[in-house]
T-cell receptor
Framework: AQSVTQPDIHITVSEGASLELRCNYS??????LFWYVQSPGQGLQLLLK??????LVQGIKGFEAEFKRSQSSFNLRKPSVHWSDAAQYFC??????????FGKGTMLLVSP | NAGVTQTPKFQVLKTGQSMTLQCAQD?????MYWYRQDPGMGLRLIYY???????DKGEVPNGYNVSRLNKREFSLRLESAAPSQTSVYFC??????????FGQGTRLTVV
C-alpha cells in the first residue's frame, strides 16, 4: 500500500528565509508525486508534480521540489518565503490510474 | 472557469438527519473523488468514481453512499449523520490518473 509521511506538523520560517518541507513516500512502483497548498478556508491548489524525467521540478509561486528515488523523498523548497506563503502544504503520491494518497500536511507559519 | 463546484459550503445537521453533498465539474474529467479532511489526518478518500457508471470505496466509506449521476456530477450522501462525520468534505476530479483538481470544500458539523 502506498503511504506518505510529512514529518513536520508545523514549521515557522522568517520572511525572506529559505524553506524546505520534507516528504517521504512508500510505493512499490515509480510514483507520481504532488505538492498541494491549502490556504485557510480554501480548497487545495496544485503547486507542482513529478511524473518522470528531470528530478528537479518547478512549480507555481516560486516553489520547486526534488525527487530522490534513493531516499524515497520529494522535498519542497523555496529560496525566499513571503508572508503570503503561510498555509498548509500536502504531499501526495499516486501512480497510473490509482487514486492519490496524502500525507497529514505541514502547516507553514511565516514570522515577520 | 468554475472547475469543481461544491454545494453547500456550510451545513449543520442534527444527529440522525440525512443530507446530500453535491459536486459538479466542468472540465470533462472522467474520474471524480470525495475526500474528508480532519485535523491532523490529512485527506482521506471516501469514495471515487473512475468513470461514469462506476463507483468504488476508498479508505473510509462507512456511513456514506455516492452516486455518479452523469459525467459532470458526483454526489455524496449521509443517510444518518453522526458527530464523527463532522469534517470538511472535498470533491475532486481528474482526467486520468491521479492528478486531481479540488473544489472549495463543504464544512459539515453534526450536533
Amino acid at each position: 500500500a502506498q503511504s506518505v509521511t510529512q514529518p513536520d506538523i508545523h514549521i515557522t520560517v522568517s520572511e525572506g528565509a529559505s524553506l524546505e518541507l520534507r516528504c517521504n513516500y512508500s510505493y512499490g512502483a515509480t510514483p507520481y508525486l504532488f505538492w498541494y497548498v491549502q490556504s485557510p478556508g480554501q480548497g487545495l491548489q496544485l503547486l507542482l508534480k513529478y511524473f518522470s524525467g528531470d528530478t528537479l521540478v518547478q512549480g507555481i509561486k516560486g516553489f520547486e521540489a526534488e525527487f530522490k528515488r534513493s531516499q524515497s523523498s520529494f522535498n519542497l523548497r523555496k529560496p525566499s518565503v513571503h508572508w503570503s506563503d503561510a498555509a498548509q502544504y500536502f504531499c501526495a503520491v499516486g501512480a497510473g490510474y490509482s487514486t492519490l494518497t496524502f500525507g497529514k500536511g505541514t502547516m507553514l507559519l511565516v514570522s515577520p | 472557469n468554475a472547475g469543481v463546484t461544491q454545494t453547500p459550503k456550510f451545513q449543520v445537521l442534527k444527529t440522525g438527519q440525512s443530507m446530500t453533498l453535491q459536486c459538479a465539474q466542468d472540465m470533462n474529467h472522467n474520474s471524480m473523488y470525495w475526500y474528508r479532511q480532519d485535523p491532523g489526518m490529512g485527506l482521506r478518500l471516501i469514495y471515487y468514481s473512475a468513470s461514469e457508471g462506476t463507483t468504488d470505496k476508498g479508505e473510509v466509506p462507512n456511513g456514506y453512499n455516492v452516486s455518479r449521476l452523469n459525467k459532470r456530477e458526483f454526489s455524496l450522501r449521509l443517510e444518518s449523520a453522526a458527530p464523527s462525520q463532522t469534517s470538511v468534505y472535498f470533491c475532486a476530479s481528474s482526467e486520468r490518473g491521479p492528478e486531481a483538481f479540488f473544489g472549495q470544500g463543504t464544512r459539515l458539523t453534526v450536533v
